[in-house]
């Protein structure tokens, strides 16, 4: 019967790529340590500002749009480190991490509050960069090798996921000046005695996202291996900026979703033991 020799072929196949699997077990190294230089490229956007005041007796200070404003985030780089443990001559899993990056954050528009006219708050063109951050971006990466252990170059994809956290904020004092202003004026407008002297403090979401990598790897020795590759991240998180009084409470509060959405580049040398 024609379906009993399709399963005889295939068990011979099966048992072909088995004993070959064995024999390549028996030569390849599990574990796989590399150091280098990640470069981030941010493909990032904003949405416009958005803002909320405790002047809830005038509507059209209490909640108001600024069209036109923006955010990007600038080019970083940060020195990296990878683990690499392979199950199999061709599969692997990899933890990415190393040292946090600081991100640049630009902005640009002006943010007007629509009241008597028009109250100038801030023009984010001047107040470069706006924001400062350190950013935490821990990946798992499963990965297909092709080729086999031993062979010069091997190219390889990967998809994992991150966990990208953002913290240690750092505001620009002309922009936080700004705030500041438009905090005391609310104070005023509220008659809310706290807000001589506001503070000004920045927030933004962390989440997991996926993560899809392209590389490569060439042998430079029995264990020692450069390394190349370019992964993508579909990231983005909600950022706020909060004026408060001395007690704590919110003055105004501007949010925004801001796409990173990163191409990062990572170019490195590695040890297989």
Partial sequence: MPSRRIMALLSLLASALSNYSSAE???????????????????SSADPLHTTT??????????FDSPGTNAT???????GLTY???????????????????????????VIAPFLGGIPITNLDEHKPLVEVRSWNPALNLQYHFGHP?????????????????????????????LKAAGQLLGLITLNPNATDPTVDV????????????????????????????????????????VRDSTGAALATSTTTIDVNPVIGFLGVGYRF
Wanted: hydrophobic residues 40%.
């Fill in 25 to 43: 077990d028996s030569d390849y190294k599990k574990h796989n340590v590399a150091a280098g230089l990640f470069y981030i490229a941010p493909q």
């Fill in 54 to 63: 405790a002047a809830t007796m005038i509507p059209a200070l209490a909640s």
């Fill in 73 to 79: 985030v600038r080019d970083a780089h940060t020195l």
């Fill in 84 to 110: 690499n443990y392979f199950f199999s001559p061709n599969i692997s899993l990899e933890f990415i991490g190393g040292i946090p990056p600081r991100l640049q954050l630009e902005g640009s528009g002006q």
């Fill in 150 to 178: 031993g062979q010069a170059i091997r190219p390889y994809v990967g998809l994992g996921v991150s966990y990208n956290k953002f913290d240690d904020f750092k505001i620009n004092p002309g922009f936080e000046s700004d």
């Fill in 203 to 242: 927030t933004s979401s962390s989440s997991w996202q996926p993560l899809a990598t392209v590389g490569l790897t060439g042998d430079i020795g029995e264990h020692w291996y450069g390394i190349f590759s370019i992964s993508y991240m579909p990231l983005d998180t909600d950022a706020a900026v909060t």
